[in-house]
């Protein structure tokens, strides 16, 4: 399973047109708390779990097959009841959204219900597909997944979309990072599966293809283009003995060696068989990118770089124009942060993930924010490679928010609540330490402690409330707004919609923009529309 590691603009407002309930005499909608639940509109539904649910991810209220199943269940219904919604959900959710595998899935769930359908209205079927594809591994990804869940019949827009996608991805740089015999679906496969000709706009790509054809089906002849100094470079370089080859590429020049040839620091490691000692991993730093540098941290400090590389590597991932191209979670640097073993990373790591906060608005007036620190939001992980909550991800963000702010009070709450000290300019990490766990989930309650006259209130939570108690009710007038960020993408809702009530998917940095734009008054949008919802 892929999932990137950066949502972007993933804000969508919960319309103020009344929704039904439950039917009459039906048992009431419930939390899976056991609080009050209000049911939403099926795009609601959708948008909200597509942008919380890693696919396949257990989590403290779903199972994995649960969540992928709903997941399913409305992308079908969608793709023939509403195509061009759907298709612009999926588009953006690979492109603006950066989640991959439930773009890939919903696509092929696309296809597949359109054409059980006999449907044909909307975005055709090859463009859905060609617009999921954005990096040179996923139409091989794509492809594997379709065999696993559809069978061996690949129908023709699929093919056709895959093989647009092809002529669009497939360079020499993507077949040496993603052409590897660990693939389920290489290159050479995907080629043949879909007979994608070359991009008569690239007279290189012929020979390109047949080079990844030979990789797979006669690695003992493929030889790569004379005419491609990057494929010819790797050779020669990957051909020298081991001890040769070493000597090269951490003596003189031996940096510029590994660019040229394209050798990732993958395989660097792999090409040595072994942990890379220092003279190795400061070769390979210069071609290496932010997030790849951020990973590696206690790599480098196992390895004992040199203090000089040791510098480079916290200027590059401290760097603003970097962090802003890498599209990362803010709590990615937080993940490093309490990993790398080194202090010697501690304050670039602080820039980086200032850096990260930066479309955060600076709001005006008097603002309330609830950050949600029980049970369930500590049992869920932001991905399936990562030992950070969602709890972790809603402290980063509700300290950003309120440290942005004009004047603001920010809350942890659980079974009780208590207000998260801070000073203005304070860093976020600082902050962050003074949160804790707090079992369950009051959030009425919390509500009820906490807000006094604010000009709005944020809440940061999986939205699974317990019932609320005697004095039960919004105890926010219905004049502010309330904004919610839905971490978890749970079907049920802990508030009705209404007028400046309103309800993000996921937790991310553009997205804090619509609350200028909400309060402003203008219409509410779908992140990949113009026009009012």
């Keep these: 399973m892929l999932v990137a590691p950066h949502v972007s603009a993933a804000a969508r407002t919960v319309s103020s047109r009344p929704r039904p309930g439950p039917a009459p005499g039906a048992q009431a909608f419930r939390t899976y708390a056991g609080g009050p639940a209000f049911v939403r509109e099926p795009r609601e539904e959708l948008f909200l779990l597509a942008v919380g649910n890693l696919v396949s991810q257990q989590t403290f209220h779903e199972s994995g097959q649960e969540r992928d199943e709903r997941y399913l269940r409305l992308v079908r219904a969608h793709a023939v009841e509403d195509p061009a919604w759907t298709a612009g959900l999926l588009r953006w959710l690979r492109g603006e959204g950066s989640m991959r595998t439930a773009s890939l899935v919903g696509a092929a769930a696309y296809v597949r219900a359109r054409l059980d359908a006999g449907v044909s209205e909307g975005p055709s079927n090859r463009s859905v597909i060609d617009s999921v594809l954005q990096r040179a591994d996923e139409p091989g990804e794509l492809l594997a997944h379709w065999l696993s869940a559809y069978g061996r019949n690949v129908p023709q827009p699929?093919?056709?979309?895959?093989?647009?996608?092809?002529?669009?991805?497939?360079?020499?740089?993507?077949?040496?990072?993603?052409?590897?015999?660990?693939?389920?679906?290489?290159?050479?496969?995907?080629?043949?599966?879909?007979?994608?000709?070359?991009?008569?706009?690239?007279?290189?790509?012929?020979?390109?293809?047949?080079?990844?054809?030979?990789r797979r089906h006669?690695?003992?002849?493929?030889?790569?283009?004379?005419?491609?100094?990057?494929?010819?470079?790797?050779?020669?370089?990957?051909?020298?003995?081991?001890?040769?080859?070493?000597?090269?590429?951490?003596?003189p020049g031996g940096a510029e060696r590994l660019a040229e040839a394209g050798m990732t620091w993958e395989s660097v490691a792999g090409r040595l068989g072994g942990p890379m000692?220092?003279?190795?991993?400061?070769?390979?730093?210069?071609?290496?990118?932010?997030?790849?540098?951020?990973?590696?941290?206690?790599?480098?400090?196992?390895?004992?770089v040199s203090d000089a590389a040791a510098a480079r590597v916290a200027e590059r991932i401290s760097d603003a124009s970097e962090v802003a191209r890498s599209r990362q979670f803010p709590f990615r640097y937080l993940a490093a942060h309490r990993h790398a073993p080194s202090a010697r990373w501690a304050d670039p790591l602080e820039r980086a993930l200032g850096h990260s906060l930066a479309a955060v608005p600076a709001l005006p007036g008097r603002t309330l924010v609830l950050v949600d620190r029980s049970d369930s939001?500590?049992?869920?992980?932001?991905?399936?490679?990562?030992?950070?909550?969602?709890?972790?991800?809603?402290?980063?963000?509700?300290?950003?928010?309120?440290?942005?702010?004009?004047?603001?009070?920010?809350?942890?709450?659980g079974w009780s609540s208590a207000a998260v000290p801070f000073r203005p300019g304070e860093p976020v990490l600082e902050v962050l330490k003074r949160f804790r766990g707090l079992g369950g989930t009051y959030t009425t309650k919390a509500l009820r402690t906490h807000f006094d006259g604010h000009?709005?209130?944020?809440?940061?939570?999986?939205?699974?409330?317990?019932?609320?108690g005697p004095?039960?009710?919004?105890?926010?007038p219905a004049g502010t707004p309330v904004h919610t960020w839905n971490l978890a993408g749970y079907r049920p809702a802990h508030s009705p919609p209404g007028p400046h009530r309103y309800t993000f998917g996921g937790l991310t940095d553009a997205a804090f923009t619509m609350v200028g734009l909400l309060e402003a008054g203008h219409d509410a949008t779908w992140p990949w529309t113009t026009g009012p919802v």
């Design 455 to 468: 000009d709005r209130v944020l809440i940061v939570t999986d939205e699974q409330s317990a019932p609320p």
């Design 471 to 476: 004095h039960a009710g919004d105890p926010v």
């Design 377 to 413: 939001m500590f049992w869920d992980t932001v991905s399936e490679r990562s030992v950070l909550t969602r709890a972790d991800a809603a402290a980063v963000f509700g300290a950003a928010l309120a440290l942005r702010a004009e004047q603001a009070d920010l809350v942890q709450y």
């Design 277 to 304: 000692d220092a003279a190795v991993w400061e070769a390979v730093i210069p071609s290496m990118g932010p997030m790849a540098l951020v990973r590696n941290l206690r790599n480098f400090d196992e390895a004992g």
């Design 218 to 251: 006669h690695p003992e002849r493929a030889v790569p283009p004379v005419s491609d100094r990057l494929l010819t470079a790797h050779r020669t370089l990957t051909e020298l003995p081991a001890e040769r080859w070493r000597a090269l590429v951490t003596g």
């Design 158 to 214: 699929v093919k056709r979309g895959v093989a647009d996608a092809v002529r669009r991805l497939y360079t020499s740089r993507s077949l040496l990072k993603y052409d590897t015999a660990s693939r389920a679906v290489r290159f050479g496969d995907v080629l043949n599966l879909v007979h994608a000709a070359p991009d008569p706009a690239k007279p290189w790509q012929g020979a390109l293809f047949r080079y990844a054809l030979d």
